[in-house]
Each structure stands twice: as structure tokens, then as C-alpha cells.
């Protein structure tokens, strides 16, 4: 039976170690927060997708060509990935049908935090749930392909977090595995307001990599270390050394010149204000930094961060992922 209307929501994610390190082979560690991409589809009786998101861009799809509604020019690029998670869907349940597609996102675009892989997972169910029951399995496969629209050598691990929510130790070669545990991580991310473009970032560390392989295999195997050694902290719960782990890994950052000078500004605010440990996440160039503070300091530090105008977000580890309502 097909039901007229259906919505799916997702998280959105933060790579808490390894970040870029993760493409050559060495471990990251990622987390899904409780910020989440909403999405909601109805059955038009037209042949168009159309896609209307919170951000303030609308767009159309007839036979496949955009049609712009509202936007700048990066809009047919913001949604491009959300069509193909529907698209892709209607034409493998053998479905030729129109449909309204409604996002609200409560997390900002392009600053590393996930939004565009939890948009296609949130999609690809909604959309899926219009014919039966999802299975998630199948929807984080489907999201990754229409996730490699934006991020063409993407790991899948930002798919994967968004479907499955949690905290996962992941490699490219050992694939995913699940860090069981129930302790919540006091987190801030902090939003540098500069956006970045994750393939530009992931090239000019290639191009590092490919002039400096000795260094960067030091820095890999340095890397690799961090994340074994956070592993451990986050399961005994030793908060002092996972911050110390951290600005170790946001040296490595550097190193690799992903940092930016906004980084170093909010690091000298957080670091005043009592962070355990402070680091870019994501591809860098701005996007957003985390910032590990104890609780009670958390109130004091927000403030302060914001006085500086930074936007400030407070997370939590989400462990229900993808959510078909
Ligand atoms: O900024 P984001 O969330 O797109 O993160 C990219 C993470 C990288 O390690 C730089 C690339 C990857 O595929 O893992």
C-alpha cells in the first residue's frame, strides 16, 4: 500500500579524531549529535520534485532539469543530492511520481558538521517509507552514492554515522566498529562562520602529502596513535588526557595547513576559559572546531565564545541515528 505522505529524520555528525588522516588509512573517530536534518514528503499529482529547504533555497525537477526558485547560485548544488536520494528511490520501488520535498535542517551549512549526508539519508527514508518500511542498511548505501555528488572521495563514514547514530572507530580498511559506551562527552562545537568546500580541503592535503611523504607518513602513524589512545580514554573516561589527545591532533591539523587563523582566535578563547581541548573538525579551513570543557564551565565559556560572535552548539552523542516517523 502507498501512503500519500511520510517524513525521516537524521543526525548530524562530528569527527571527534583523525580527519583527514582517515582518507590514507589511519582511524577516525566520529560521533552522531542531536542536531538533526528534518525531512517531510507528500505525492504531488505533477511529475516534479520539488525541494524546499529552511535555508531559504527552492528548487524543481522535471525530467531531470533544475529549475530555480529561490537561491543563489550554489543552490542547484545544495540540492542536487537531495534529488538524487529521491529520485534514485522512485526509480528502483518502479515509481514514476511527483513529489514535495520539505527540509528543515537545525544545523548550519558547510562548516563539516554533516548536514548534506544526513539531508540524503533523512531523504532516501522518507521517501523509501512512502512504499514500506525502510531498511536502514539500504538507505545509508543509497545516501552514499547521492552523497558522492558533493564529496566525491567521501569516506561514507559521515552516511554510515547519520543512518546508525553513535560513536564509531573507523578505517577505510577495517571498516566500522562501535564504541560502546554511555558516557556523555561535555562538547561545544563552535561555528568559525567561514565555509568550506571538504574536496578542496582533501586535495590540497594530497598535494602536502605528495611533496612531504616522509612527513606525512610520521604525521599518519602520529594520527593513528591519537585515535587508539583516545579510544581508550573515552571508554575509561579520562577527560584530561582526551582533551590533551585532541590539541595533539589539532597540531597535526596544522601541520597539514587545514588551520585557519579564526581556529587559532576561538582555541585562545577556549583555552582562557578552561577547554580541556579544542581542535578543528572535518575538513577544516574554518567550518567548525570542538571543544572539550568540563559541564560545569560550559555556561562561562558559551557566553564568552558568543561575546565574540561565534556561533556556539552545544551537543550531545546521538545514538538513535536515522528515524522513520
Ligand atoms: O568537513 P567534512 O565533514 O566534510 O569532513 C571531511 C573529512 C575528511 O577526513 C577531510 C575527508 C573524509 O572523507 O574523511
Same mark, same amino acid.
Given at each position: 500500500? +502507498?501512503?500519500?505522505? !511520510? /517524513? !525521516?529524520? !537524521?543526525p548530524a555528525k562530528i569527527i571527534l579524531f583523525g580527519e583527514h588522516f582517515v582518507v590514507y588509512g589511519s582511524h577516525a573517530i566520529m560521533t552522531a549529535i542531536n542536531r538533526r536534518i528534518? %525531512? !517531510? %514528503? =507528500? #505525492? *504531488? /499529482?505533477?511529475?516534479t520534485i520539488n525541494i524546499t529547504s529552511n535555508m531559504g533555497i527552492i528548487g524543481s525537477y522535471t525530467d531531470s532539469k533544475f529549475n530555480l526558485i529561490k537561491g543563489g547560485k550554489n543552490t542547484k548544488e545544495i540540492l542536487d543530492p537531495v534529488y538524487k536520494s529521491a529520485i534514485d528511490v522512485l526509480s528502483e520501488r518502479k515509481q514514476n511520481l511527483g513529489i514535495d520535498i520539505n527540509v528543515v535542517s537545525e544545523v548550519p551549512h558547510?562548516?563539516?558538521l554533516g548536514s548534506s549526508a544526513a539531508c540524503c539519508v533523512a531523504t532516501v527514508a522518507a521517501v523509501d517509507s512512502l512504499f514500506h518500511k525502510p531498511d536502514k542498511q539500504w538507505v545509508c548505501s543509497k545516501a552514499v552514492e547521492s552523497e558522492r555528488l558533493v564529496h566525491k572521495d567521501?569516506?561514507?563514514g559521515d552516511c554510515y554515522i547519520s543512518t546508525f547514530g553513535g560513536l564509531i572507530y573507523y578505517s577505510k580498511i577495517k571498516g =566500522?566498529?562501535?564504541?560502546?559506551?554511555? +558516557?556523555? #562527552?561535555? #562538547?561545544?562545537? %563552535? *561555528?568559525?562562520?567561514?565555509?568550506?568546500?571538504?574536496?578542496?580541503?582533501?586535495?590540497?592535503v594530497k /598535494? =602536502? /602529502?605528495?611533496?612531504?611523504?616522509?612527513? =606525512?607518513?610520521?604525521?599518519s602513524s602520529y594520527a593513528d596513535n591519537i585515535c587508539q589512545d583516545a579510544l581508550t580514554a573515552i571508554n575509561i573516561g579520562d577527560e584530561k588526557k582526551l582533551g590533551k589527545l585532541m590539541n595533539e591532533n589539532y597540531t597535526l591539523l596544522q601541520q597539514i595547513r587545514v588551520s585557519h587563523k579564526k581556529h587559532d582566535q576561538i582555541a585562545k578563547i577556549c583555552f582562557k576559559n578552561g577547554a580541556l581541548g579544542v581542535k578543528p573538525t572535518g575538513a577544516?579551513?574554518?567550518?567548525?572546531?570542538i571543544v572539550l570543557i568540563l559541564k560545569e564551565d560550559k555556561i562561562k565559556l558559551t557566553s564568552e565564545i558568543e561575546r565574540n560572535s561565534?556561533?556556539?552548539?552545544? %551537543?550531545k552523542i546521538d545514538y538513535d541515528g536515522l528515524v522513520v516517523y
Open positions: 500500500m +502507498r501512503k500519500t505522505s !511520510a /517524513k !525521516a529524520s !537524521a528534518h %525531512v !517531510a %514528503v =507528500f #505525492l *504531488n /499529482k505533477t511529475q558547510g562548516v563539516g567521501s569516506s561514507g =566500522f566498529k562501535t564504541i560502546e559506551t554511555t +558516557r556523555d #562527552l561535555s #562538547l561545544i562545537i %563552535v *561555528n568559525t562562520g567561514i565555509k568550506h568546500r571538504t574536496g578542496d580541503l582533501v586535495s590540497s /598535494k =602536502f /602529502k605528495n611533496d612531504n611523504t616522509s612527513l =606525512f607518513k610520521d604525521l577544516g579551513g574554518g567550518g567548525s572546531m561565534y556561533e556556539c552548539i552545544p %551537543v
